[in-house]
């Protein structure tokens, strides 16, 4: 079964701290580069960051240095910690393999608000 699960989500103030996760299913995960990526309202979605299956990460400019990226193999989870947050992180998260397209299975996201 296909599964991609975003939790993690809220309500934060100008400079708070989130901690997204997602759980996905053995199909998507084993084996695959793993990223985070967001969409604003009347905005594409985009991709923030991005993990290999041994740890390398990298991410966009916007987020470097106060986003990071990790990932359980074990577990099949891939976590997004968020510090620093600005009114600009406010979108809907999502996790999927690097360069999943449009049409491809989406989780249902996790909405992320920072409040100034």
């Known amino acids: 079964q296909v599964q991609l699960v975003e939790s993690g989500g809220g309500l934060v103030q100008v400079g708070g701290s989130l901690r997204l996760s997602c759980a996905a299913s053995?199909?998507?995960?084993?084996?695959?580069?793993m990223g985070w990526y967001r969409q604003a309202p009347g905005k594409q979605r985009e991709l923030v960051a991005f993990?290999?299956?041994?740890?390398?990460?990298r991410y966009v400019d916007s987020v470097k240095g106060r986003f990071t990226i990790s990932r359980d193999n074990a577990k099949n989870m891939v976590y997004l910690q968020m510090n620093s947050l600005t009114p600009e992180d406010t979108s809907v998260y999502y996790c999927?393999?690097?360069?999943?397209?449009?049409?491809?299975?989406w989780g249902q996201g996790t909405q992320v608000t920072v409040s100034s």
């Open positions: 999927n393999i690097f360069g999943a397209r449009p049409v491809d299975f």
């Open positions: 993990i290999t299956v041994s740890g390398t990460s």
């Open positions: 053995g199909s998507i995960f084993s084996g695959n580069v």
